[in-house]
């Protein structure tokens, strides 16, 4: 079933989310100081691309500088990543076999805005860390 979802997916939406991710990233990694927001920006453009059976958790030592490191991403890049996951949630919502999807982009937001200090792991893994 995940492939499935994930095939529908990359044709309605990941691979337009990836591009806009691999445009953001190569302007961040253009401009040299933002190497590491454009690194990211591919990490988490990857994770748009293809994302049922993997999922978003915090990196145990992520702190203050992940945090700020995110409002330096939400200004360059983040807002306008996050805008488009809004738009495509709603169209897939539109349609009642599209609302999972819909879903799934919504759930993309909190990460297209702070993608420092998370790490994109398996379902199962993530499972396994929780029981931990």
């Known amino acids: 079933m995940r492939t499935l979802l994930n095939i529908i997916w990359l044709v309605l939406s990941g691979f337009w989310m990836?591009?806009?991710y691999v445009a953001a990233g190569v302007v961040l990694c253009i401009l040299i100081l933002t190497i590491p927001w454009g690194i990211a920006s591919f990490r988490i453009g990857l994770f748009a691309l293809w994302p049922?059976?993997?999922?978003?958790?915090?990196?145990?030592?992520?702190?203050?500088g992940s945090f700020l490191g995110n409002v330096v991403w939400v200004i360059l890049a983040g807002w306008w990543l996050a805008i488009g996951h809004?738009?495509?949630?709603?169209a897939m919502c539109l349609t009642i076999i599209g609302i999972p999807l819909?879903?799934?982009?919504?759930?993309?937001?909190?990460?297209?805005?702070?993608?420092?200090?998370?790490?994109?792991v398996q379902v199962d893994e993530a499972r396994a860390l929780v029981h931990h």
């Open 52 to 64: 049922f059976g993997r999922t978003v958790v915090d990196k145990p030592r992520s702190g203050v």
């Open 18 to 20: 990836f591009l806009g």
């Open 86 to 90: 809004i738009l495509t949630g709603v």
């Open 102 to 120: 819909g879903i799934a982009s919504f759930k993309l937001v909190p990460v297209s805005l702070m993608p420092l200090g998370k790490e994109i």
